[in-house]
C-alpha cells in the first residue's frame, strides 16, 4: 500500500535520477509500496534482478537518492 500520493511522486523522482545508471547496465526498477512504517518495496528488474552486487546497488545507490527526497525512510527492500 502507498501511503499518499505526494510520498510515492518524491521515492518516483528519486528513482527518475537512478534510473539512467541502471537501464545503461540493462536493469530497472519498479515501486511497490511504501508501508506506513516508511517501508519502501521496490523490485529489481532486468539485469538488476540477477547482478551479483545489487545489494550495493540498493543501499548505495537507490537507498541514498530515496532518502534524499524522503529522509523519513526507514528502510529499501527488494521484494522477489
Same mark, same amino acid.
Given at each position: 500500500m502507498v501511503l499518499n500520493s505526494d510520498t510515492q511522486a518524491k521515492v518516483e523522482q528519486a528513482l527518475e535520477q537512478i534510473r539512467p545508471?541502471?537501464?545503461?547496465?540493462?536493469?530497472d526498477v519498479e515501486l511497490l509500496s511504501i508501508d506506513a512504517d516508511n517501508v519502501v518495496k521496490l523490485r529489481l528488474l532486468g539485469?538488476?534482478? @540477477?547482478? =551479483?552486487? @545489487?545489494?550495493?546497488?540498493?543501499?548505495?545507490?537507490?537507498? =541514498? @537518492?530515496i532518502r534524499r527526497?524522503?529522509?523519513e525512510v526507514k528502510e529499501v527492500v527488494a521484494e522477489a
Open positions: 545508471f541502471l537501464k545503461a547496465d540493462g536493469g539485469a538488476c534482478k @540477477s547482478c =551479483e552486487i @545489487s545489494h550495493i546497488t540498493m543501499k548505495a545507490g537507490i537507498e =541514498e @537518492s527526497v524522503f529522509p
